[in-house]
């Protein structure tokens, strides 16, 4: 397997300098794929996690005070490095999440350099507005930033949900505490180190660390103003209650389970290919994954044989191979669950039609490698149609009409993704419109470029990334209110 240039240890970044944790503690990380020891970490301590924050509130007068341009040269330099070092960060990612290298080198690297583009332009058309209320009266509004903002990212897109948090965050003159997954802290500390001098001491500081503790002492520090989480649900609703206790202002990137539609008259092998996107992209570890598959009854049967037999015909192995199209889902305990979830599903009645096991061969036996899954059921109250399971297995049940399909697809806790495949613009508008989440593709699944907001209803979340209404999301609305 390839191997990547990066160091032995990484200490946190905090105040524009690496240190070790102040009790010394680590933590190391493995590749997913054959268990390889990649890298240590420092174990943020509460003392640390008080060290960043005090850094990033030092740091805050003076940045929130840059002018538009210069952030946004900071940012569109951000781009260029990550740009410049492209094959190096898709490389690192690959290993350490265990994702393959095409999807890596074809959206995540390049996903997170965009959305630094993005923000950068979006912030110098952020204007704020001056009104004359009556002769006598102005009222100018000013966009200041928030504050000191507490960021928690996962582990199934560590570098990209790094590239969403930051770039708003820092285009509105935020100053940033960030902590990855503990699973994949690799590629931000990665960033952090090619850009740790494009920003001002204390802009950005990087705590690595468990979830429950450093993680945990983040957003329980007193002296943040914003609180920014992407993650479970589970978790989710405890950074809400954080936020809650600070009366701060907070967004939640959480969970779904997303409905994939197909209608009859939908083009065959778009909407194949659609179901793979929606389901293989990242092993089925997408938050917005279509891991609900719904199919009209015209072509339900021809629909399952087809994608019977592309599941059956995908590539899967080592993730640095150009050529694999499946890698390693991130862990032991969450391909367990996986699999215990195949098990559920068959308990409960579901039709297994292909995988629904490890995937052992080609040298895999190493890592944590699954067979694509599909289940049939006709029961949307089936654990498998309501519960995130976070791995390649779709779940296909049978519809005959619209209505009755958008009912299926609205009964679930989460709205957070979804797409209908159909040659007809009123059904897809109509089922698009009818399905309560905040993303709903029209033949296509899985494309996320900045631009096009991105976030849930429902148990999904609060707020939208991917837009720049991030930039009223990291900010506060100043009124100056004038008697002439
Ligand atoms: P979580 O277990 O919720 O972990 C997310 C992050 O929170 C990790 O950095 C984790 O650190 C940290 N964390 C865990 N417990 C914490 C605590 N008590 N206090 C503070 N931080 C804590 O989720 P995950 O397993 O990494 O990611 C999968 C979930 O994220 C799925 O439900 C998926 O749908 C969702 N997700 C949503 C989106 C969007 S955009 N909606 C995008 C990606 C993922 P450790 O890993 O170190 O424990």
Known sequence: MAKADIQEQYGLFINGEFVPASDGATFDAHNPANGEHLAYFAEATKEDVDSAVKAARAALPAWSKTSPIERQNILLKIADIIDANADHLALVETLDNGKPIRETKAADIPLGSDHFRYFAG????????????DDNT???ILHEPVGVVGQVIPWNFPFTMACWKLAPALAAGNTIVIKPSSHTSLSLMELTRLIQDVLPK??????TGKGSKSGQWLLDHPDLDKLAFTG?????HGVYQAACDKLIPVTLELGGKSANIVFDDADLAQAVDGACKGILFNQGQVCCAGSRLFVQEGIFD?????????FESVKIGDPTDPETQLGAQIYKSQQDKVLKYVQIGIDEGAKLITGGERYTENGCDKGFFMKPTILVTDKNSDRVCQEEIFGPVVVIQKFKTADEVIALANDSVYGLGGAVFTKNINTALKVARGVRTGRMWVNTYND?????PFGGYKQSGIGRETHKVMLEHYSQMKNIYINL
Do not use: D, Q, Y
Not at 122 to 133: K, P
Not at 232 to 236: A, C, F, I, Q, R
Not at 302 to 310: G, I, S
Not at 448 to 452: K, R, S, V
């Open 138 to 140: 102005l009222s100018l």
């Open 202 to 207: 204390g802009v950005l500081n990087v705590i």
């Open 448 to 452: 996320l470029p900045a631009g096009a």
């Open 302 to 310: 021809e629909f399952v044989k087809h994608l019977k037999a592309t």
């Open 232 to 236: 479970s649900t589970e978790v989710g």
């Open 122 to 133: 979006c912030l110098r058309a952020w204007e704020g507005s001056a009104t004359m209320l």
